[in-house]
């Protein structure tokens, strides 16, 4: 019943490959999560760098 509001990307990443085997789909997913993860660690260590430093990853 909650299946079309709570789906993520990481089931759907997977659904793609076990169920559908949409090898295309499954990978452009997989990029765009990592890609997003990418650019949230890096704004979020920016703007933490900037309050305090010594709590910065780098």
């Known amino acids: 019943m909650l299946f079309n509001v709570t789906d993520i ?9 076990k169920v559908n085997f949409d090898i295309g789909m499954a ?20 703007i933490i760098k900037k309050i305090n430093d010594d709590y910065a990853l780098f």
Not at 9 to 17: F, G, H, K, N
Not at 27 to 46: D, K, R
């Open 27 to 46: 990978t452009a997913a997989g990029l765009y999560q990592s890609i997003f993860g990418f650019v949230m660690i890096m704004t979020v260590n920016y």
């Open 9 to 17: 990307v990481d089931t759907y990443v997977y659904r793609s490959l």
